[in-house]
C-alpha cells in the first residue's frame, strides 16, 4: 500500500475524476460545432427545421460549461484577478485557496443546489419534456447539469482544501499548489 496518506489519495481519485469528466465535456463542442452546421445548412438550406437537434446543442452547451466548471477550477484556469496572489508563497497561496473555497465556493455551490433542488425535483416528477413540436423527451436531463455544476464544484472544492492543507502542513512539495 502507499504511503501517500488517505486523504491526499482521495484528493488526487476526486483530481482524476474531474480531469476525465472535464475532458468528455470538453469534447463535446466537436457535437456543438457540428450539430450547429447541421442545423444552419438543414434550415437555410433546405428549409427544414431540426428542432430536436438544435435542443441536443442547447443541452451539450450546458453540460460543457457546467460539466467542465470543476475542471476549470482544478487547471486554475478561471478568472482570477491576483494583484498580490500571484507574488505569494505556495503556503500564502494555499492559504487564499483554502479561504476562498470556504467562504465563497462552497456557500454558493450549497445556495445554488438548495435553491435548484426542488426546480430540478419537480421537473423530474413530471419527466418533463419539450414543449416545442419535434423536441426532445427530457429536459429533465438538462436542468439536472444545474446539479452536475454543484456536485462537481463541491468535490473538487474539497480536494483544493485537502492539498492545500497539506500544503500548509509542510506535507507536500511546492509544485503541487497552483501557480497564476
Known sequence: MSDTPLALRFAHLLDALTARFGQACAWLTV???LGTSVVVVLRYGFGIGATGLQEAVLYGHALVFMGA???TLQRNAHVRVDIFYQNFSGRRQAMVEIFGTLLFLLPVCLFL???SWDYVGNSWATLEESSETG???FV???KSIILVL???LVLQGASEIIKAAYLI???LPE???KRG
Do not use: D, I, M, T
Request: net charge positive; aromatic share 16%.
Open 135 to 137: 423536441g426532445l423527451k
Open 140 to 142: 429533465y436531463l438538462q
Open 31 to 33: 457535437f456543438l460545432v
Open 169 to 171: 502542513a509542510g506535507r
Open 113 to 115: 443546489g438548495w435553491s
Open 175 to 177: 509544485p503541487e499548489v
Open 150 to 152: 454543484v456536485v462537481g
Open 69 to 71: 466548471a470543476a475542471w
